[in-house]
């Protein structure tokens, strides 16, 4: 561990989250946004969201990570993508149901999107379709990741590290290294949304993450993205993001628990200079890991869990093995947001 | 080591976004779809190329900002860099086009 010194500075940020719809096809155990079928009427529609692209674009955004819900459960979600074509770069998450050949020659085609993120929740339909509540999404799923595929997309494969899935991981390697996916993605959970309500049941202790991916065995050429010690960075120094209503959240895992304003009433750049992000932004904590700080060039971990287990925006990150201090991921603190 | 000529300009379509906090500017290339991180001088390179120049302008004005005793080698990485990334398109000089099998 050593002193933490600051985050680098931003003035303007140069990616922004997008989480276009509250709305999804599926039904899963682990959503962070509670989603539910049809899309609430509140939703910003898509020339709102093309209107916040253009003022995005003039305040000096360049990428965009579009997530969900599920973006194309929304029938006007390709008009967005494609008004984005060609001034960001475009990565998309997606459960992978929906895209067919059609959809994804259109994504490379017509949005010229840089990558999709396809949420895989286990290695076959059974682990899968348990976490999802829906019968037949993994072999959607695995269709449109081939799709995908097919159509010359980079395409990565997702899951979330749950008791569910854990002891599963290394099988879950095997189907991306069948499908050809070259990049896959193991997520630490996050106590948000319908997860929240079964943390006792999903969650793993530390060790326990930590053995799974320590057991992993990749095959030769794919990588992997994991943010567990030596890689938790604070992203915040460089992150933002806009909820399906408008609000900027900062970062889609703080969602429940900050506002900094409503993009209908307020500007992009005056969230960003919000007091609160400023101080997210700025790696302003009591402890920072410095294996961590030194392969990720910011400090002192993720805020979202920090918060969540400590409920101090300064608090060490209990996801690193370096400021864990005992801290059991599988007991949530019973704090109301 | 060869010095450069001919006619350079950037690839249509890219969107520069200098980040001057980190002395560095982000490029976002549509026809990839990649974003690149260029340091301060292929970022330079890249900017001086905006619009199109020769090669002889180009080393004019480089050398106006890049005043150290390498500054051609310098400019040669750079643009190196920038064309191994598509980021530039390099357009010989006559004589120095490739001959083709009809020629």
Known sequence: MT????????????????????????????CYADCTAAASAAELPAAEWCGILDRLEADGVIGLYIEGGE??????????????????????????TLVTPALAAALKAECGIATLLVDIMGPDAATHDAATGVAGSFDLAIA??????AAGIDTQMLTIMTRWNAARLQDWV????????????????YPLGRLRQRWAEASLSLEEMHAALEALRLPPGMRLMQSWHPNNGNCCWQTAAIDAFGNSIGCAYLREYVNFGNLREVGFLDTWAHPLHRQLRSGAVTESCGD?????????????????????????????RATNHGVDLRVLPDRPL | MSCPTGHYSQMPGLRLRPVRELGVCVVFAPAEARLF?????????????????????????????VTSDDAEERLRVALDLLLANRLLHHEPAPAEAPMTAAS
């Open chain 1, 3 to 30: 002193a933490p010194p600051r985050n680098p500075v931003l003035e303007r940020p140069l990616k922004v989250t997008l989480s276009f719809t509250s709305s999804c096809n599926l039904r899963c155990r682990h």
């Open chain 1, 174 to 189: 095997a189907l991306a290294a069948g499908l050809g996916v070259a990049t896959v993605g193991i997520l630490r959970p």
């Open chain 2, 37 to 65: 991180r260029l340091n301060a001088q292929s970022w330079l390179a890249l900017e001086l190329c905006r619009g199109g120049t020769t090669a002889a302008a180009l080393r004019k004005a480089w050398r106006e900002v």
């Open chain 1, 292 to 320: 961590c700080a030194a392969t990720q060039g910011s400090h002192g971990g993720c805020r979202s869990t920090a918060f969540a287990f400590h409920g101090r925006w300064d608090a060490p990150d209990p996801f690193d």
């Open chain 1, 71 to 96: 973006p194309l459960h929304r029938a006007d979600f390709l008009d967005v993508l494609r008004h984005a074509a060609g001034r960001f770069h475009v990565q998309l998450r997606t459960n992978g």
């Open chain 1, 144 to 149: 449109g990741i081939r799709a995908a595929l």
